[in-house]
């Protein structure tokens, strides 16, 4: 997923693995956004879940994927 900094204006990616871990995060704590900081400046970019969900579609909550596991076994 390509950010744009919202300080220093330089993109920068972030991976699956984070995508998918801000992802669980943000389902566990109930937040509003998720903070990715600018390796540049080291600023906070406000994330929001919508993004997150359109940049990563086959993601699905750790209790759902436990679920699923559990049901294969």
């Known amino acids: 997923m ?3 900094c919202s300080n ?3 993109p920068f990616a972030i991976g699956k693995d984070e995508i998918h871990m801000a992802l ?3 389902a566990a704590e109930g937040l ?3 903070n ?3 390796p540049h400046c080291r600023r906070a970019n406000r994330i929001s ?3 997150l969900q359109r940049a990563a579609p086959e993601w699905q909550p750790a ?3 436990d679920k699923q596991q559990a ?3």
Do not use: F, G, L
Request: hydrophobic share 15%.
């Open 63 to 65: 209790s759902t994927q």
């Open 49 to 51: 879940p919508e993004e």
């Open 24 to 26: 669980d995060t943000i």
């Open 36 to 38: 990715v900081y600018c």
């Open 8 to 10: 220093c204006h330089k």
């Open 32 to 34: 509003a956004h998720y």
């Open 2 to 4: 390509q950010i744009r």
């Open 71 to 73: 049901n294969q076994d």
